[in-house]
């Protein structure tokens, strides 16, 4: 989560069972020609694995650059966002307003598959709340491209706000029949008991 999941708030989480954590939202092309945006937004320790360093981006020259300039062993996996919804997102051409654009999420999974000493892996939103082929053959292509893991949020981009309502479980089941690799539920957990109806998924 941007401004939420820095490291002292990781090591809070894995304190109390956390096993995987992610960096926040990191801007690729920020990352990539900023050593000051890199120092400010990347920390990490020993104790703070396992952890997916997740950057934003549309282009992937730029995804890559920015990954490949993260301290040698710091991460388990680098993560490509496209579940961001906020207006940012829209503005800088990235987030789920990459989702119309499957062709661009393939190509940025690829190179980091292909380029990368450790695990690519992609959170994704529902397509859209309509047609739940278009998430299906994303998340195939996303699979067939070398993503190793899949995190879905169980709502569109358009679902923030006063509009977010729950998260489609059904969809995500769906999603988890489809793909043969690990896929995280995401998205309206916010107690125990809630937790559990992902794991009935």
Same mark, same amino acid.
């Given at each position: ?14 304190? =109390?069972? !956390?096993?995987? #954590? =992610? ?9 990539? $020609?900023?050593?000051? =945006? ?14 997916? +360093?997740?950057?934003?981006? @549309? @282009?992937?020259? $730029?995804?890559? %650059?920015? +990954? ?10 680098? @993560?490509?966002? #496209?579940? #961001?919804?906020?207006?940012? &997102?829209?503005?800088?051409? =990235? ?6 654009? *499957? ?7 690829? $190179? ?16 859209? %709340?309509?047609?739940?082929?278009? $998430? ?10 070398? +993503?190793?893991?899949? #995190?879905?949020?169980?709502? !569109? ?6 509009? !977010?309502?729950?998260?489609?479980? @059904? &969809?995500? &089941? ?18 125990? *008991? ?8």
């Amino acid at each position: 989560m941007v401004d939420q999941s820095e490291l002292a708030f990781r090591m809070l989480c894995r304190r =109390y069972g !956390t096993e995987l #954590c =992610y960096t926040p939202m990191l801007h690729s092309r920020m990352f990539s $020609t900023q050593p000051k =945006y890199r120092k400010e937004q990347f920390s990490t320790c020993p104790e703070d694995r396992p952890l997916f +360093a997740q950057f934003c981006g @549309d @282009d992937p020259a $730029t995804v890559l %650059a920015a +990954a490949k300039l993260l301290p040698p062993n710091s991460v388990d996996a680098v @993560d490509l966002n #496209c579940g #961001c919804p906020q207006g940012i &997102a829209r503005k800088g051409h =990235y987030g789920a307003f990459l989702l119309s654009e *499957p062709d661009v999420i393939e190509g940025i999974v690829r $190179t980091l598959d292909r380029e990368l000493s450790v695990p690519s892996t992609v959170k994704i939103r529902l397509v859209n %709340a309509n047609e739940l082929q278009d $998430t299906l053959n994303l998340v195939s292509r996303l699979e067939a491209a070398g +993503a190793s893991v899949l #995190c879905l949020h169980g709502r !569109t981009k358009e679902m923030k706000g006063q509009s !977010t309502g729950p998260p489609n479980w @059904d &969809a995500i &089941a769906a999603v988890k029949r489809r793909v043969g690799i690990p896929l995280i539920a995401n998205g309206g957990i916010h107690t125990p *008991p809630g937790s559990f109806l992902g794991f009935r998924v």
